[in-house]
């Protein structure tokens, strides 16, 4: 990783599209970089991260999105180069300060990455952020290659400094998460302790409305810059020739240019690949249509580009024919099989002989809770206490898995910190009880007014907060209430007691989850609490999650366990709790050897389940 700092002009890596951009930002003198964790977008802070001291950076995990965007943009007013980056529905959560940003602007530059997720591979919902770009009226790169998404990089800097406002960048998981060669241009100069200068200036920076009607006027004024922008970038080119003409954008580019080769048409159809996508190149766009008769627009997700050309074909009278949505799909990635049957359709081209490549279907293999994790003994003991009849919010994080049978222990999820608010709506609406989960990475991300809320409007809830010490779906990022870092363990700067007890809640409990027996004994008693006095209750289920615990600690496992002959063969064990160390054949229970990390909890719910002592080599 070291060599994103050290290699020099011309020298070549190796990269993933999110270190490319890292690459490209150290180039741009970047000093301050702030992010909350998402994939596909984890590993732009896990490198920054890695690389602060050396580089001399700012780096700074924070507490959520709307978080990172407001710190970023301290600084970028500052006279300080900022990046942020999250995941798409990230976004979400930041837009409450990117969308006024745009009216306030920046004297230095600052990019916001933004790592959509077509095909929903780790999200909730697969969300198109261009339109974000249009609503905030800033400016879009959409990167196709890890090369560009190094050299977009530098130039949303550019745009963001030319034009005083933060710039976005869109990623993919397929940019985001593809490895490819990337040419350097310049090496990183060294960058200096981030000391920036605030100039006072309340009738920009303080957005009443009387400010904000004055700050968006210049903002429109500055869009007709960028339009001009756009329809000249160089970051949007041509390639090809003939009458037949496509338009795409990002990856969706490197899908027709692989559907043109099978179908050899290259060089014989135009190929506009757009680069600045917002402000629309509508002058570039309307040069393009003079030369085609028919445009196919290729993109995944919403019709964004689709749209805008059908806009532009109207204003300039073209008579051709536009096709977008009608052959390519809106919903999840696209890949060249799909655009190469897209390109057929609407050209009318023979595919020719089909050529048949065919592997064996791969056994399903749902994602699972890891062997030893602490989520699963909470909830095998608070299902022993609040069975099926509960209604249980979840949230986002590994414990999401809980939905998956036989434990079956999630009802309900929208978003990031909903378990909290939704248990609170629930229970107040109808009589069942009402458990929530919340991982403590996402607690502080978005659980805690949720918390006050059901304080504050008397909701009857348990709230069971998984503490298993570390953002761990994302990649084992810290937190401000972790107790183990990637530096070694510490004191949390923000323990969860403190906050949860601040928030007056009617009890707070802490309990292992792998004392089983405990554990079950403490819900019995909230349970009957619940009843006798309703208020909002807090668990904070608290054990380190075991992957980070062996890195950071080099714990040894001390024992393994076994099923020994006493087995009937019930199965209890794989029913009700699951492990996937578990094994069933002929009708008996076995551990695998491999897989068992000696977390004991098997051992506490089957009489039949034996330790046995690791040897000392």
Not at 158 to 179: I, N, Q, Y
Request: hydrophobic content about 40%.
């Amino acid at each position: 990783m070291r060599e994103l700092i050290t290699a020099g002009k011309g020298e070549r890596l190796f990269l993933l599209g999110n270190e490319a951009i890292v690459r490209g930002a150290l180039e741009s003198s970047v000093a301050f970089v702030s992010a909350y964790p998402g994939t596909p977008s984890s590993e732009i802070i896990d490198t920054f991260y890695e690389l602060r001291k050396e580089a001399g950076l700012r780096v700074e995990y924070a507490v959520n999105e709307k978080v990172s965007v407001e710190t970023a943009a301290a600084a970028a007013i500052s006279g300080i180069r900022s990046l942020v980056a999250m995941k798409h529905v990230g976004l979400n959560v930041a837009a409450d300060a990117f969308m006024t940003l745009a009216y306030v602007g920046v004297r230095a530059g600052m990019v916001i990455v933004s790592a959509d997720d077509p095909s929903l591979h780790s999200s909730q919902n697969e969300q198109d952020n261009r339109f974000y770009a249009r609503m905030a009226l800033v400016p879009l790169l959409e990167p196709a290659t890890p090369q560009e998404a190094y050299s977009m990089t530098k130039a949303a800097f550019k745009l963001s400094e030319k034009f005083s406002v933060p710039c976005l960048l869109r990623t993919t998981t397929r940019v985001s998460h593809a490895r490819g060669v990337v040419m350097f241009e310049s090496k990183p100069a060294e960058i200096k302790p981030a000391t920036g200068l605030f100039e006072k200036d309340p009738m920009k920076y303080v957005v009443v409305p009387m400010v904000g009607r004055q700050l968006r006027l210049k903002l429109l004024d500055k869009w007709k810059a960028m339009e001009e922008e756009s329809s000249g970038s160089e970051l949007n080119f041509v390639e090809g020739d003939g009458s037949w003409g496509i338009v795409t954008s990002g990856v969706s580019y490197l899908y027709v240019l692989d559907a043109l080769e099978e179908l050899e048409l290259i060089g014989k159809v135009k190929v506009a690949k757009l680069g600045m996508t917002s402000p629309f190149p509508s002058g570039f766009i309307g040069g393009f249509l003079e030369e085609i008769n028919k445009l196919l627009v290729v993109e995944e997700l919403e019709p964004y580009i689709e749209e805008h050309v059908r806009g532009v074909a109207h204003e300039v009278g073209w008579k051709g024919v536009v096709c977008g949505k009608d052959v390519i799909p809106r919903a999840f990635e696209l890949n060249v099989p799909i655009v190469k049957r897209a390109i057929a359709r609407f050209f009318d081209v023979n595919v020719g002989e089909k050529k048949i490549f065919a592997v064996p279907e791969l056994p399903a293999r749902p994602p699972n809770l890891c062997p030893g994790c602490p989520h699963r003994a909470t909830y095998y003991s608070v299902k022993k206490v609040f069975g099926d009849d509960a209604i249980y919010p979840t949230d986002i994080g590994c414990y999401t898995l809980g939905l998956l049978p036989p434990l079956k222990m999630a009802d309900f999820l929208i978003c990031m910190g909903s378990s909290v608010s939704t248990a609170g709506g629930f229970s107040v609406v109808q009589d069942k009880p009402v458990v929530a989960f919340i991982g403590d990475s996402t607690f502080f991300h978005a659980g805690i007014p949720g918390l006050i809320n059901a304080v504050a409007n008397d909701h009857r809830i348990l709230l069971v907060v998984l503490d298993n010490s570390t953002t761990a779906m994302t990649g084992h990022q810290p937190h401000p209430g972790v107790s183990m870092t990637k530096e070694g363990r510490c004191e949390p700067k923000v323990p969860l007691e403190n906050v949860i007890g601040a928030c007056r809640v009617k009890k707070l409990e802490v309990v292992n989850p792998l004392n089983v027996r405990r554990a079950i004994k403490t819900f019995e008693v909230l349970r009957q609490e619940l009843i006798d006095e309703p208020g909002v209750y807090v668990v904070v289920s608290r054990s380190p999650c075991p992957l980070l615990e062996r890195r950071v600690t080099r714990k040894k496992q001390m024992v393994y366990f076994v099923v020994d002959d006493s087995c009937d063969g019930c199965g209890r064990c794989i029913d009700e709790l699951a492990c996937p160390a578990f094994v069933r054949e002929d009708g008996l229970v076995s551990i695998n050897r491999l897989l068992c990390i000696g977390c004991t909890v098997c051992a506490q719910i089957c009489d039949s389940i034996k330790p046995v002592k690791i040897k000392k080599k």
